[in-house]
């Protein structure tokens, strides 16, 4: 049948002879079906098109099989592309050839058979390409084709996966053999006709097939027309964002121009919030790897603000640990971190730039989870970005700008996504804990425990520990003090889990004697925490390390060398706190699961093994006073804060039972039985505030005249400490059983001692035994207001006459407190001695005192240590050499006057400082000791002994003392002012503690044990109740301020007789000296403002009367209560003392204002912290308030340096403290009107009216201003000039930036500016002229050489304008070299007379000067001006401007090189004052 239709076609004819096609393969059953459909198809145009193949070589209908094309396929295109296009009929045959294979692909088979590919000639097995793929590379039919097939297509959308039901191969899918025929065409006829039909077709397609035609385009399309593409790309998008991935991919294969790049990343960037999340890591990457240096950081900005990255809810991150392999969002977020690492990889600028974005973020609401995984990615990545991202983490972390809870987003319930960047977390949190700052420890902590608690295997737990380990063997301080805090959380709550993990953390058990008090009790709360879950759990690691530990405390507490007792006594002390604490008994989750038998035993087994540690430790320290002191304090703590076995509470009241046998003696009628002499000396009861009713008193004398039992008194505090803390904890909080030590009287030395010829007649160690019974007392007195101060609050079922009782007496012993020290002071001034230490402080660790059992050593002179040591049993002998080793030691300490120095240089006149004190330490021994004993036993002579001094013989010894606590605060509100004062100067101890800015060990060598256990917060809460008592006593120092300057004799004895003091009649109070120091005192501690306690304190202080109308104004607009309305009531109140005190007192005048300073500064970094929150907006208004302050602070400082201080007093603070007068200086310049004005006029008319004399006139209007003072205002002045022009410069940089408008008028008042500083400078150093001070001359020199360096760098912005402001310019250059040239002369004359503290300034200066002489020299050639310039050596003239004759020059002429010809200067202009053997050239 074949055959015939070929024989009937008019264009091909055939012989009859001719035998009839084989083909080489037999025909199949569906080759017969086709030929009998092919029968009927008689249709003249597909017979045309059948013959217009076959000739060409390709037989279309072949019986036995596919088509058959020829072996030369290109021949084959050639002869139709000839025959369409140049035969005759080409038109019409195109049109017959094209309507023919129309109607032949109508039918489903015949289509697919043309485009699977087939053979070559029917006789090679090879696969070759379809007759489709063949036709679309003939040009003449290439268009219709591609339109035919097109259209083709939508009649099999229908055979798509999702109809079939399943996946059809490639020769089934008729779509994707069509669309299949457009890949990888050698050429396209018509791009535009194509791809508008391509894209019309593409966008009813269903969607598998749309994704595999849009994946296909670069294939199909190629570089053509990408705009079309582009457009058309975008619609779908916009209405199918199902096909993002295939587009994307598409859009990453066209070669765009940077346009359409552009328009490409702006689409792709529209569709990161829209997208779904299983496509996010393929936009992400496309974006990166389509980043430019250009639009990197457009790209960067869009992917933090719109990508929801780690966005999972709570519940998800708490279900994570019982959920069994990753869900869906968890793959795609780790195929989302997988994206941008691959992308961040080698693309270094994308890097810098994410850093670069980050960095601009100031405010915490900006950042965002995918900002901690950018940075680790990045971290990830090596080591060349790691130091900049662990700074740029650390400043967020202190900033609060990247907080826990996002971090909390990022690791917990997310194991799986952080499992590959494990290594930079830990990194990251190693680096955290070994800063500085508090804040990034903190954030480092937070993320060691939660890697620990989110990372279950043993591999991630050890790298955990061993970076906590490295940190505790990294020897800082505050790194291993806060990698011991995170031990110790993971410790408390992962006990059972670290059990099998404890070799790799007990190695720092081998470093025990390296750390600090606080940390071994970390370190032992540790491992107490181990040791419990090990004895509850049947485990044999866990047996091993309680063994081990218990084997190690029990070898430290009984090693002899101090220090290992020391540790041994805090380790052997915790663990019975932990094992013998009641809620221990069913500890870890194996005792939990166990009978209740084995709960019973294992707390049997606990207490008895914490009971024979007591006992262990107790006896190990009975003869020691330091390690005894040390097991009473840890004692009491442990009952402080928790309650142990009644077993335990047994042995310990049973223990401290002896304090009565031990300390007291028996009284009858309040008095003692019989009057004994102790070493020659009497004794009397002290402060017997009981009177006859007192049954007991306290054995001081006897106990320290006694060489056998001085040492119990060493330890009386600590053990009355403990006593009390068993009383409170037995009795609901009550010390009713004890109260009658409260009142009860001292025994100490007989008051005469006191005065007279009584001290003078004592021996050396009878003065010594008088020193150390006063020392005990003081501490004893301590000790009591402790314990009864800190249950006056919790007296609940006691009568109020009873509170009022205690409050008496408790005052009556802080009068009693005063003064003993007071007594004290001036004993230890008349004869020194080394006072014992009462408690075991952190600094002095390996103390050899804490080896004594007596402390007979603390003698000075040879022959009382010969003396005393007799009275020693021989035993104690060996211990005597310790003794006298630790005393010299500690000697040389005490002699040491850098601690005095360093409060000297503190500049606050507070207890802080000494300066105005007679000497600067311990009278040494044997200077001057008759003179002061004939001084304090004078009984015609009335010796001012006042409390507002500090006292300077106790100070250098003070951290010795016993520590009052801060419940002692409680009685400030009912104390009168010498007691408020002595309590205002223990809270700025304190305060100074917790401010680690502050000189605090300058002042105590170390803080008290017990105190340094408190936290911030909690000291801070319990001192707030105390600030109305501040504003209160402080107005009364006020108000005794402004009257008279008396001593009230009356006032003191009143107090004193109520308290039951001895009478010694040459003490004396002075009230004004009082209050001063209270003023002082308040002050101070009013600048330490704290944010946390802010509110109250500015409360305390707000004003009684309204203030002036400008602040009452701006009040007015302020809500009441706020923090901006309770400063400026604060200010207005200051400010009314400072008019007060400016009357009579220079110093408080001055403290006043460094107050008010300081009010004003701590209010602007509250505007601006609230600012850069967000958590309030201020108005322009509020941001007004602080120029307003400004402007009184500054006319304040003026008040008082314009104040006519006359009193002598004031003048030798003016000597003495010039830096008080330095700090108001530059108040008062930086905060006028116009400091560049101020200085003109102050170093051009002021300043040279003060003569060099002694002999000083006033009349220039600042009476502070004087011969004795001008070093201060004249280093004051170049200091702030200096200032004024480097914000010139800073000025001048921001006018040259290329973006900046430049205005001549602008220009104009910098130069005249300049010209101001320029002026000042040139006045000051000219001064020299006529003050011929040293120091004057060295500050000229080195302010100058400062001033000319930074003047070179405006040289640039002076060449720019130097052709509009020409004479300005060259005026200014020639104004500064009249200073130029007296430097020089300055340095040559320090040479001559080798005035060290000139040379070595000279260098520096001679450089800058040399540079500016040369950048004016490339000035004046680079433009063009009529100007002359010389430069050559001067003469040699001396200040005055005479010719030095020692050197001569032979030929003047010689020494000038003219550049430019112009007329000469004046003669006054070529007198320099430089030496000439230094060759210095200068600008004429």
Known sequence: ???????????????????????????????????????????????????????????????????????????????????????????????????????????????????????????????????????????SVQLDLQSMLLEKLPEYFDASPEHSGGSLSLEDDVARLIINQFRWLDFIVDHNAFTNKLMQVLSICPSHLKKEIIGSLPEIIGDQNNKIVVEGLEQMLQE???????????????????????????????????????????????????????????????????????????????????????????????????????????????????????????????????????????????ESLQKSIEKMFKKKIIEDCIQEVMLDQCICGNKELVQDYFPSFLSLSEYLLACKEQRARGFGIHMYICLFEEFLDNYSRQEVLGALVSHVGSGVSFEVQSALETLFLLASKYAHDLLPLSCHINGILDYLEGFSVENLHKVYEVFSHLLLSARSSSDSYGSSVANELLMIVRKQVGNPDPKFKKMGLIGTLKLVSFMGDKSSASYGSTSQECVHSWILWVQKSNCEEALELLKASLESCRRYPLPLILFYDELTTILDNGTLHPSIMELIVKHVGEFESVFLSDLEGGKMPSKESYCGLEGELWMNLDGDISPVCLNIL??????????????????????????????????????????????????????????????????????????????????????????????????????????????????????????????????????????????????PLLNHSNHTGHVEKNNQQKTQECTLPKSNRRGKKISK???????????????????????????????????????????????????????????TIDVSPVAKALETQRYKFRPLLVQCFSILRFSELPLFLYLLRDLHYKLDYFTPAKQFLARNPSPPAGFTRMAVNEFLTKITPLFPSLRKHFSSALFILKGSDETCQEHWNVYSSSAENPDVPNLVLSRSGVSMSTFKETLHCFRKKEHRILSDLLEAFQPIESPDAVLSDIRSNLSQGTLEYLYLGAYSYIESVLNIVCSFSFMLASESLLTLESSIISFQKFLDKSDENGKTRHSDFIHGVPPTLRSRLGASAQKILRQNWDNSEVLSVWKNKGDILEKILHIYLENCESTSDLLDDLACSVLPQVSSRKEDDDQHGFPTLCSTTFVVWYRVLHEENLTVLNKLVKEVVLLEKPRASVQLQTVEELLVKLQHSVKVVVSLVNMCRTHHKVTVHSMAVKYGGKFVDSFLKVFDFLQAHFNTFNELIIHLVKELQKATRTIQTLCSEAKGLKQTVITSKIPATKRSMERFLFCVKALLHTTSSGCSFWMGNLKHKDLMGQVVSSQ?????????????SANDDDDDDDEPAIVATEDYREVE
């Open 1 to 139: 049948m074949v055959l015939l239709r070929q024989q009937q076609a008019p264009s091909r004819k055939r012989s009859s002879s001719s035998s009839p096609f084989v083909p080489p393969f037999p025909p199949s059953k569906s080759a017969k079906t086709l030929q009998q459909n092919d029968v009927l198809e008689t249709a003249p145009a597909v017979d045309t098109m059948v013959s217009v193949l076959a000739d060409a070589g390709c037989t279309l209908i072949n019986p036995a099989g596919p088509p058959c094309l020829p072996s030369d396929p290109h021949q084959f295109r050639r002869r139709l592309h000839r025959l369409f296009s140049s035969s005759q009929n080409a038109p019409s045959l195109r049109s017959d050839f094209l309507s023919g294979f129309s109607s032949y692909i109508h039918s489903s088979p015949n289509l697919r058979r043309v485009l699977i590919s087939i053979n070559h000639d029917g006789l090679s097995s090879t696969r070759s390409e379809s007759i489709v793929r063949h036709l679309l590379l003939v040009p």
């Open 240 to 382: 199918d964002s199902a096909i993002i991935v295939p587009v994307l991919d598409s859009l990453s294969n066209l070669n765009l121009d940077d346009q359409l790049q552009e328009q490409v990343i702006t689409l792709a960037l529209s569709c990161i919030r829209t997208i779904d999340v299983e496509h996010m890591p393929y936009l992400l990457r496309f974006l990166l790897l389509s980043a430019t240096p250009v639009n990197v950081r457009r790209i960067v900005l869009h992917i933090r603000e719109q990508l929801k990255f780690v966005g999972l809810s709570n519940s998800r991150a708490s279900q994570h640990n019982k959920l069994k392999g990753k869900s869906l969002v968890g793959n795609t977020e780790a195929s989302i971190l997988d994206a941008l690492r691959s992308s961040l990889r080698f693309r270094n600028f994308l890097c810098q730039e994410i850093l670069k974005e980050l960095n601009c973020l100031e405010k915490p609401r900006d950042h965002k989870v995918i900002d901690i995984w950018l940075l680790v990615l990045i971290y990830s990545k090596g």
């Open 702 to 847: 006897p106990l320290a005249s006694s060489s056998l039992q001085s040492a119990s008194l060493q330890f009386l505090p600590a053990n009355f400490l403990l006593l009390s803390t068993i009383e409170r904890s037995t009795n609901q909080g009550s010390l009713e059983g004890i109260d009658a030590l409260l009142g009860c009287p001292l025994h100490l030395p007989s008051s005469k001692y006191f005065y007279g010829a009584g001290w003078k007649s004592l021996t050396g160690k009878q003065k010594q035994i008088v020193g150390l019974s006063l020392y005990y007392a003081t501490n004893w007195i301590r000790e009591l207001l402790n314990a009864f101060c800190t249950v006056v609050g919790r007296i609940a079922c006691t009568s109020q006459a009873t509170k009022d009782d205690t409050v008496r007496k408790l005052l009556n012993r802080f009068r009693n407190l005063v003064y003993l020290e007071i007594l004290l002071n001036n004993s230890i001034e008349q004869h020194s001695i080394l006072l014992p230490e009462l408690h075991c402080y952190v600094d002095h660790f390996g103390s």
């Open 885 to 943: 080793a630790s005393s010299s030691d500690t000697n040389r300490k005490l002699q040491q006057p850098t601690i005095l120095d360093v409060l000297k240089k503190a500049g606050t006149m507070t207890s802080q400082e000494v300066t105005n004190m007679e000497s600067s330490g311990l009278i040494s021994q044997g200077s001057s000791s008759k003179s002061q004993d004939q001084y304090l036993c004078d009984p015609d002579k009335l010796v």
């Open 1448 to 1460: 001569a020059y032979v030929d003047e002429q010689n020494n000038h090189v003219v550049e430019n």
